[in-house]
């Protein structure tokens, strides 16, 4: 049965929750002192911005992209990703010619001198989306092109996105497309290349919720939405703990979609969920203690991600108390579900689901606002009734063309079968 007007415009108004909480974040994408996002945007960010250089807590500059590129060579298979992008990455084809000789404080990791501090989104103006936000967009035109969602087909298009220069503008490409790649250099089958949480820590990241939560929205119930969701998962991201946040995520999404409270409905899912027994000040200062997390060793390092409360998550009392209260104190600000999902669901919470009021919190928050607000974008504007301010849509800089692919992916989702 085709969905009802109602629930159709709720598909509308998470999808453009999406885009713009992704937008409203990422200037001040991985700012981890909030004294620093502070002074930069004039006491907080209120608006879409551009991003500012430098940035001061950068540590882009040198990150790893390591593909086989004889085998890919041998297999024809494309690998490279970065393209004029690349001279802020160490690969395996080409020579980093920034150099990193200072130590970050916040994070503990290596970074350039301050004028070489590159902002992850260099270049972006206000307005702009990340990377992030386009590989959505990928996957509406994918879903709109094809009439169904079909993984295979989003694979084949994933491939041409990121191996054909101009397609986004963005020089930050996460851990995860990255790994990603390096698989597929080395022969492994397109829907096997996603790299394993127990592997590579990061790869439990928010980022991994942004996808099967747009997927979901093509399914009627939690039961298949889930399912859909997970399968869409696995295709980027092997992680228990992005697979645990979408468990309590996308019945939470269903049931806004439904028309339900979103308070009561976000208080009764949220108890599903289980914080980390760290706090998120004591996850920094480990990571300083060692002079960057990557020399946490990994057997620490999985359960500082995997040990978490046995009591459930309670967030209507959570949503009682300050930001400055639970934001690092209680709740950390890197890309992990297992802190970021219950900052976001607080945020919601705190702001009574008022989509820009906490689409904001979350962004002067810091740390992986980006991807946290895309998710927590797409909860609040499934939770909106009627349809998102138009000045807050029109302040995208490809608003014509987002509205086009929402349009196309919402015509799709009000089918019978659209998978």
Known sequence: MPVDIERRLRIENALWGLFIGDSLAMPAHWFYSLDNIWKTFGGGLTGFEAAPHPHPESFMVGMGYHPDVARAEALGRPYDILHDQIRYYHTSYSRLEIQASERESEHGNS????????????????????????????????????????????????????????????????????????????????????????????????????????????????????????????????SENVAGALGVAVPLLQDLLAGQDPMEASIWWARDARVPEVTGEAMFQMYRDHQGPGNIPHRQMWELHTRLSETPFDLEELAKQAPEEVVLKQLGTACYPEHGLPLSLYFAAHHEFDLKAALLGNANAGGDNVHRNAVLGLILGAAQGVPIDEDLKRGLLHYEAIAEEIGGYVEVASRSFPW
């Open 111 to 238: 970074t350039p001198k301050l004028e070489e501090r590159y902002h992850y989104h260099h270049g972006l103006g206000a307005g702009e989306n990340t990377v992030a936000a386009h590989v959505a967009r990928m996957l509406l035109r994918t879903v709109a092109e094809a009439g169904r969602y079909d993984a295979y087909a989003l694979l084949e298009n994933w491939v041409q996105f990121f191996t054909t220069p101009g397609n986004h503008p963005d020089p930050y490409l996460e851990i995860y497309i990255r790994s990603w790649f390096e698989n597929f250099s080395r022969g492994m089958p397109i829907h096997a290349c996603a790299e394993e949480q127990r592997r590579v820590w990061s790869i439990g990241s928010h980022g991994g919720m942004i996808l099967p939560m747009v997927v979901s929205l093509l399914a009627a119930s939690s039961y298949q939405g889930l399912g859909f969701a997970l399968e869409q998962q696995n295709l980027t991201h092997r």
